[in-house]
């Protein structure tokens, strides 16, 4: 029903910067309530950014400052832009979007639609 695509991930000095993209398709865009998260081997997968349709954006602590999520209602697309990025910040980078009318953005298991993800590697 919807389907998400990443692009953007790679090979990335430590302090570089990157920007993954999140292509959305087979519905509305615009009412999605938007994520990134990740997951690093062996780690759970965890809360990035998101961006709730009115608006709103939310952030891990951890990348609070570095990374910025913003979204292209005209091109059904969800970036991260990631600054000063950490080899700690290496993983995989998944998008996620919540078709319900409400949701928690660091849950999990409040979204509907993940894409296949995109890796992100940061060498220092």
């Known amino acids: 029903q919807v389907q998400l695509v990443e692009s953007g991930g790679g090979l990335v000095q430590a302090g570089g910067s990157l920007r993954l993209s999140c292509a959305a398709s087979?519905?509305?865009?615009?009412?999605?309530?938007m994520g990134w998260f990740r997951q690093a081997p062996g780690k759970e997968r965890e809360f990035v950014a998101a961006?709730?349709?009115?608006?709103?954006?939310y952030y891990a602590d951890s990348v609070k400052g570095r990374f910025t999520i913003s979204r292209d209602n005209a091109k059904n697309t969800v970036y991260l832009q990631m600054n000063s990025l950490k080899p700690e910040d290496t993983a995989l980078y998944y998008c996620?979007?919540?078709?319900?009318?409400?949701?928690?953005?660091?849950?999990?298991?409040?979204?509907?639609?993940w894409g296949q993800g995109t890796q992100v590697t940061v060498s220092s």
């Open positions: 087979g519905g509305t865009f615009s009412r999605y309530n």
């Open positions: 996620a979007a919540d078709l319900g009318i409400v949701g928690v953005p660091s849950s999990l298991s409040d979204y509907d639609y």
């Open positions: 961006r709730w349709r009115n608006g709103n954006t």
